[in-house]
């Protein structure tokens, strides 16, 4: 955060005055925030595990099931660990910025940094794109600065090539977008939701790999140049000699889960595409629904508080 937004919030004398409505909002985003890391997040992060960490070649189903698992992951931790700062401050009249606006809605990969840790970015607008040149030095320079910018972005994520790739791939995205719309070309809605979500789906796999070794496994693996293993009842349905390494057997070999995963995941992009997110709940006028969700939420995270396990934003 920028000290201007918070420092003024400290000095107010009326901020030390318990607020009644701010203390029964903050518990709410804090409910749901705790819920998103502790129930979904949580939940995802063992299957997540045994795809990236488990030194296995994964299967075609197998590796997007495991790439798709990290994206949400990733986003629920992240997202919960935010609502859950914002709950805590709003308790104390204190006012966070947003950090998180549906980015999954995002129909482009500039959307999708407007939405995506909404203060990292602004820092690295501000004390890194703007002083290179932005967009102030022509349309070059423009290009130059964003790619630096996040491939700065990456390095500051970890020391590592595969966060040196990250940024360079959001740093090329973003400047292709650019010269996109200077042509002022366009795309069907869903179209450009569809193909800026997979682009961060295949992108997250280079974040989250220990190794560049392990990354193009599972990428060769999601694109079917490893084994491509179909259930049974799909044999009436695709010709086995469409693909050289397809079989039908029980898909599920490697990762420790069955087909409940794969409507699970389902149930959880329809969740961030269509529900309210945490930001606007906050503003909406408190029900009697809202308490009812919140103690729900609060009491499903209690109950699966069954291990320790940290943030994953910690790790940067």
Not at 6 to 15: G, S, V
Not at 92 to 121: A, E
Not at 128 to 154: A, C, D, E, M, R
Not at 246 to 259: A, G, M, Q, R
Request: glycine residues 6%.
């Amino acid at each position: 955060m920028h000290h201007g937004e918070i420092i003024h919030q400290y000095e107010n004398k009326l901020n030390k005055i318990i607020n009644y409505e701010n203390l029964s909002r903050g518990i709410i985003i804090f409910s749901i925030g705790l819920f998103k890391k502790v129930f979904i997040a949580d939940n995802l992060s063992v299957i997540v595990a045994q795809g990236f960490d488990g030194g296995i070649t994964l299967n075609f189903i197998e590796a997007w099931i495991t790439s798709l698992s990290y994206t949400f992951q990733l986003y629920f931790d992240f997202c919960g660990y935010t609502d859950m700062a914002i709950g805590i401050a709003l308790m104390f009249n204190i006012m966070l910025p947003i950090n998180f606006n549906s980015p999954y809605k995002s129909l482009n990969i500039q959307d999708f940094w407007r939405r995506w840790h909404m203060t990292l970015s602004r820092f690295l607008r501000d004390y890194i794109y703007i002083p290179l040149g932005g967009s102030k030095n022509g349309y070059i320079t423009q290009l130059l600065s964003v790619i630096v910018t996040f491939l700065i972005g990456g390095i500051w994520h970890g020391a590592g090539w595969n966060f040196i790739i990250w940024g360079l791939l959001h740093g090329c995205s973003l400047s292709l977008y650019l010269m996109w719309t200077k042509f002022n070309f366009r795309l069907n809605s869903f179209v450009s939701w569809f193909l800026t979500f997979n682009f961060l789906n295949i992108t997250w796999v280079f974040f989250r790999s220990e190794s560049l070794e392990n990354a193009f496994s599972i990428l060769q693996s999601m694109i079917g140049l490893n084994i491509i293993i179909f259930p049974e009842y799909f044999r009436y349905i695709i010709p086995s000699e469409s693909f050289n390494n397809l079989i039908f057997s029980d898909v599920f070999e490697n990762l420790n889960t069955d087909k409940s995963i794969i409507f699970y995941i389902l149930i959880l992009l329809l969740g961030v595409l269509f529900l309210k997110n945490s930001n606007e709940l906050q503003k909406c006028y408190l029900k009697k629904k809202h308490i009812i969700l919140a103690s729900t939420l609060f009491v499903f995270s209690i109950l699966n508080l069954h291990k320790v396990t940290e943030f994953l934003y910690y790790n940067f």
